[in-house]
């Protein structure tokens, strides 16, 4: 998830480029660069790190024009460096690109020219199309853009400049957002809505395949083979503050709502073309890499350690192979037995927590192989791993953590996969099954939301309990003490998560009279265990609140209230349940008055011991 802005019209384009990012820095702050085009040239300028850095590059050298494009960066391919930094330009200087997004074939692309003579300076898929223009420019800029884009693979949002028109910009998307904001002799391109407020309210949403070539006196929109799109004009209404927050209450409840997308990215360029198999490009292991694995040994701190317990039922039951799962901050301390055949997977969405630093480093003094679960290119443990796998989430502010954890899964459970069949013991058909419902999730997410509502009712039910249970088996008790964990955090109820199973061991005696039990039963093969433990909590009183496949029977006969997610496979069930639970957790939150985005006495990324 990146910024993007862009400007056509009479006054100074640096102006609102620097201002329109400035607006849009949440969504990316590794980086940043502006491109202007003036005196027949296009004038590039970016720098790593915060906005502030690229200012003051600017002031310094101002950037003159009436006409430019800019972005802030949040990385995906490339670590943060100015080279790597938005805008790129295509080899003689005569497009300039800004990109969201990730362009999956940009490997085949980049081999081809390379193959004819161009020369690459960074190593992002972004540059692959500014050169790609060029190599494909038919003497009309909008004919070749979307020629350009017929063979781009993917998911993004690009805005284009070009030297042969110098009084236009061309903006396209698929799969992220884009807008163009209509202004008076003058016309605005950004990625959301914060960005040109202070200008204008009356806007065109884009529409994937819908391409829009921008002057400053017009805007004409069209179809990826050039026929006419009608557009409606889409009047804003919100405050600047609801803006940034795309017309969400709380930055957390965009961020749920956002899961689908961040899950598609976390998918692509880890699917096959025909969708039956899993690829990882960036590992390029061999069935010898895996076979030569003793053991995992997976560490991570809060949420990403409960990522963690998912991955031992997923690796273990798909690959085979033994894991364990230790918190980051116990591993350093209890002279773990790793070793050379011992392969270390390191999951932190920052990138940054220092627990989980110094675990990876104690790892790797021990001999293992190391591997990151990361959301941040260029953090510190993406640095230090010996390879690493990005889930593209995107930047996350809430402090909660929602679309980080469900990447975590996906990227997780594709690994498992991908193991499973290199050292035989998945066979391609149960592959496929799993891959195929997994790629159903985004899209299987809509019903959860639309039922949003159901679990808000819940919320407003439990809100003056000051305690909450939370039982599950297999999966589901992984699940479950993710579920506590969200709704202790920000609600301040007090919450905990239990095996079904261990009731009867002590838990039971803190079951009383109208007290909440979240039930988690998605996983079919343990199904008549969890009845019988939620009969356990029924006889005691509790309220028990059902979760379960969308075709159940069965629980729903034994429970007060239900929640019904999309039938799936066991494997992937995790992935959609958990949100109903961040939902409930966020809900309560709001009903009780809380600051949801920034819980008391926490901090995003924990960088101190």
């Known amino acids: 998830m990146c910024g993007?802005?862009?400007y056509v019209g009479d006054r100074q384009a640096a102006d609102f480029l620097l201002e329109g990012l400035a607006k849009l820095e949440y969504r990316g702050y590794d980086s940043a660069g502006i491109?202007?085009?003036?005196?027949?040239?296009?004038?590039?300028?970016?720098?790593?790190?915060?906005?502030?850095?690229?200012?003051?590059?600017?002031?310094?050298?101002?950037?003159?024009?009436?006409?430019?494009?800019?972005?802030?960066?949040?990385?995906?391919?490339?670590?943060?460096?100015?080279?790597?930094?938005?805008?790129?330009?295509?080899?003689?200087?005569?497009?300039?690109?800004?990109?969201?997004?990730?362009?999956?074939?940009y490997m085949t692309l980049k081999e081809e020219l390379l193959a004819k003579g161009y020369q690459f300076k960074s190593e992002t898929d972004t540059e692959v199309v500014a050169h790609?223009?060029?190599?494909?420019?038919?003497?009309?800029?909008?004919?070749?853009?979307?020629?350009?884009?017929?063979?781009?693979?993917?998911?993004?949002?690009?805005?284009?400049?070009?030297?042969?028109?110098?009084?236009?910009?061309?903006?396209?998307?698929?799969?992220?957002?884009?807008?163009?904001?209509?202004?008076?002799?003058?016309?605005?391109?950004?990625?959301?809505?914060p960005a040109i407020l202070n200008y204008t309210r009356r806007t065109y949403i884009m529409n994937d395949g819908e391409v829009a070539i921008v002057k400053k006196d017009s805007v004409w929109v069209t179809d990826l083979d050039g026929q006419p799109v009608s557009k409606k004009v889409f009047e804003v209404n919100w405050d600047a503050e609801a803006a940034e927050k795309g017309g969400f209450e709380h930055f957390m409840i965009k961020e749920i709502f956002e899961?689908?997308?961040?899950?598609?990215?976390?998918?692509?360029?880890?699917?096959?073309?025909?969708?039956?198999?899993?690829?990882?490009?960036e590992l390029n292991w061999s069935p010898e890499d895996v076979n030569s694995i003793g053991k995992i040994m997976i560490t991570a701190c809060g949420?990403?350690?409960?990522?963690?317990?998912?991955?031992?039922?997923?690796?273990?039951?798909?690959?085979?192979?033994?894991?364990?799962?230790?918190?980051?901050?116990?591993?350093?301390?209890?002279?773990?037995?790793?070793?050379?055949k011992t392969l270390c997977i390191i999951i932190s969405q920052s990138g940054e927590t220092i627990d989980t630093l110094a675990a990876l480093k104690e790892a790797k003094r021990r001999g293992a192989r190391s591997l990151a679960i990361t959301n941040v290119v260029?953090?510190?443990?993406?640095?230090?791993?010996?390879?690493?796998?990005?889930?593209?989430?995107?930047?996350?502010?809430?402090?909660?953590?929602?679309?980080?954890?469900?990447?975590?899964?996906?990227?997780?459970?594709?690994?498992?996969?991908?193991?499973?069949?290199?050292?035989?013991?998945?066979?391609?058909?149960?592959?496929?099954?799993?891959?195929q419902d997994l790629q159903k999730v985004p899209e299987q997410c809509q019903y959860i939301f639309d039922h949003?509502?159901?679990?808000?009712?819940?919320?407003?039910?439990?809100?003056?309990?000051?305690?909450?249970?939370?039982?599950g088996r297999s999966m589901d008790y992984g699940l479950a003490m993710e579920g506590a964990l969200k709704l202790k955090e920000i609600s301040y109820i007090h919450a905990e998560a239990y095996a079904g199973g261990e009731l009867k061991h002590g838990t039971l005696a803190l079951i009383v009279d109208g007290v909440p039990v979240i039930a988690l039963a998605t996983q079919r093969d343990v199904e008549?265990?969890?009845?019988?433990?939620?009969?356990?909590?029924?006889?005691?009183?509790a309220q028990v609140v059902g979760v379960v496949q969308d075709d159940d029977t069965e629980v729903a006969k034994t429970v007060d209230y239900i929640i019904k997610i999309p039938k799936s496979d066991n494997f992937v069930m995790p992935v959609m349940t958990v949100i109903p639970l961040q939902l409930l957790a966020y809900y309560a939150a709001v009903v009780r008055g809380n600051d949801v985005d920034k819980p008391r006495n926490l901090a995003k990324s924990v960088t101190v011991e």
């Open 452 to 471: 949003a509502d159901d679990v808000k009712q819940l919320a407003e039910k439990f809100k003056n309990k000051e305690d909450v249970f939370f039982i």
């Open 303 to 340: 949420t990403a350690y409960h990522a963690g317990l998912l991955a031992k039922y997923f690796i273990e039951k798909l690959a085979r192979i033994p894991v364990e799962v230790d918190i980051a901050s116990e591993y350093r301390y209890r002279d773990p037995l790793t070793d050379s």
């Open 528 to 541: 008549e265990k969890m009845i019988s433990n939620i009969k356990e909590v029924k006889a005691r009183n």
């Open 378 to 435: 260029g953090s510190s443990i993406s640095r230090e791993a010996d390879q690493v796998v990005y889930t593209w989430a995107g930047p996350e502010i809430a402090v909660a953590s929602t679309k980080a954890y469900t990447t975590q899964l996906v990227a997780l459970l594709l690994l498992a996969l991908y193991m499973g069949r290199l050292n035989g013991q998945l066979s391609a058909e149960k592959e496929t099954e799993i891959l």
């Open 4 to 6: 993007i802005v862009g």
């Open 132 to 193: 790609l223009c060029s190599d494909m420019y038919d003497g009309d800029f909008a004919s070749t853009v979307r020629r350009v884009l017929k063979r781009l693979r993917g998911s993004y949002s690009l805005v284009f400049m070009s030297t042969y028109q110098p009084d236009t910009i061309i903006c396209c998307k698929k799969d992220n957002p884009l807008i163009v904001g209509l202004g008076d002799g003058e016309n605005y391109i950004a990625s959301d809505i």
């Open 35 to 105: 491109a202007v085009y003036h005196d027949g040239k296009i004038k590039v300028q970016k720098k790593v790190g915060r906005l502030i850095n690229l200012k003051k590059v600017v002031e310094q050298d101002p950037n003159i024009g009436t006409i430019g494009i800019g972005h802030t960066r949040w990385a995906t391919h490339g670590g943060p460096s100015d080279v790597n930094s938005h805008p790129h330009m295509s080899m003689d200087g005569k497009f300039a690109v800004v990109h969201n997004g990730i362009i999956e074939n």
């Open 259 to 281: 899961q689908p997308k961040a899950i598609r990215d976390t998918l692509s360029c880890r699917v096959a073309d025909d969708g039956k198999s899993v690829k990882f490009d």
